[in-house]
């Protein structure tokens, strides 16, 4: 009887003008059918509401509220049972939400690619290139993507350089699954014996660098494009972040600040600003609408010279925890270990749960 009031109700909408609020879920489904559950109208959180089944090719099932109702949460299940993974969903009363879920096991995959020539530094390296647990279930849906730097240390133990990994696709997998974060690519850019030279400006007293204007033309130029190419990226800045620490958190740092057009998200993970004297604080440019993560610990981590990275940029216009959020992590030392206890904090600032538009 529900669905029949539903239907008349949705009938009732089309032929009055009545504001309507809809959900449209893009799955691939055949005999089980996609079903609605949630907390305004018909829809229950204990029992779904059969969506409307689509015509022709195009899997794009709807569901819709009458606006009155106000602001709607929900969740799809794929039958009626098999409720989709991560948060619920919320819905601006009016609003209509694409949404591109996934029912299957929380675990994303990763895979290295080995080899991966740049013209720009005359090297090659490997890129390590997690998708996330959809990836092969919803073939409907694009993603964020976050390039990191030394993917040597974000996946696996044996790989990394001290043997502690950041683990980023067990940190990934399990925001998900609990909502708290959108699933995104990951691409870990692994590091070369060059890689002092590699992340850093020209050039510190003690240990030189100034290569990393030809390692950003590698990442935007060659990785960048070669990742939009290969696999359903939203290309666009938006949903474009690079991150990295110690020096590849200075890199991250300088590269998103001159390439705003690129990154519109940038996290620096015990960065080393204390590079060349200073010279990122010193000569930091005027703000540019790029999110900015910092952090340091308290021990041996260089908090000092990263706060005066905050207050430079709080004086440049950036606006704390709205477009410069900043974490003091007590106890926390300069080491693998420590980032991967706490990169949920960027992870989940620049990708919350339902934050992505496709």
């Known amino acids: 009887m529900k669905f029949v009031n539903h239907v008349a109700l949705a009938l009732a909408m089309a032929t009055t003008g009545a504001g309507a609020t809809t959900v449209r879920v893009h799955y691939p489904v055949a005999k089980e059918g996609i079903f609605i559950r949630g907390d305004k109208g018909d829809t229950t959180w204990d029992r779904g509401v059969p969506a409307t089944k689509p015509d022709g090719p195009v899997q794009v099932w709807t569901y819709t509220w009458p606006d009155a109702l106000g602001d709607v949460q929900m969740k799809p299940t794929l ?6 993974i991560g ?16 029912f299957g096991p929380p675990f994303g995959k990763v895979t290295v690619v080995k080899d ?22 919803n073939p409907a849906k694009r993603y964020p993507v976050l390039y990191m730097h030394d993917g040597q240390n974000l996946f696996d133990a044996k790989t ?23 699933e995104v690519i990951v691409v870990g850019i692994d590091n070369t014996p060059d890689r002092i030279p590699e992340y850093t400006p020209c050039c510190d007293p003690k240990y030189g660098g100034g290569k990393l204007d030809a390692y950003e033309r590698f990442v935007i130029d060659t990785v960048k494009p070669w990742v939009d190419a290969g696999y359903r ?25 001159r390439h705003p057009e690129v990154f519109s998200k940038a996290g620096a993970l015990s960065a080393s600003f204390w590079w060349n004297g200073g010279m990122a604080v010193g000569k930091l ?14 021990r041996d981590d260089g908090l000092a010279d990263t706060i005066k990275m905050r207050d430079a940029m709080v004086a440049k216009g950036w606006q704390p925890d709205t477009d410069l959020l900043f974490f003091q992590a007590e106890g926390g030392r300069h080491n693998e270990a420590a980032w991967a206890a706490r990169v949920d904090k960027p992870l989940t600032w620049f990708f919350p749960w339902g934050s992505t538009k496709q």
């Open 79 to 84: 039958g009626q049972d098999k409720v989709s």
């Open 87 to 102: 948060g619920a969903y919320r819905i601006p009363a009016g609003a209509t939400l694409d949404i591109y879920p996934f």
């Open 116 to 137: 991966v020539a740049s013209p720009q530094l005359n090297n090659k390296r490997a890129l390590r290139i997690y998708l996330p647990p959809s990836y092969a279930e």
């Open 160 to 182: 990394a350089a001290y043997g502690a990994e950041w683990r980023i696709d067990e940190t990934v997998n399990g925001l998900v699954a609990m909502g708290k974060m959108d």
């Open 233 to 257: 990226t939203l290309p666009g800045k938006d949903n474009t972040a690079i991150m990295g620490s110690s020096l590849g958190g200075l890199a991250s740092h300088l590269i998103a600040g």
């Open 285 to 298: 440019p005027a703000r540019v609408p790029v999110r900015f993560y910092l952090d340091a610990g308290t």
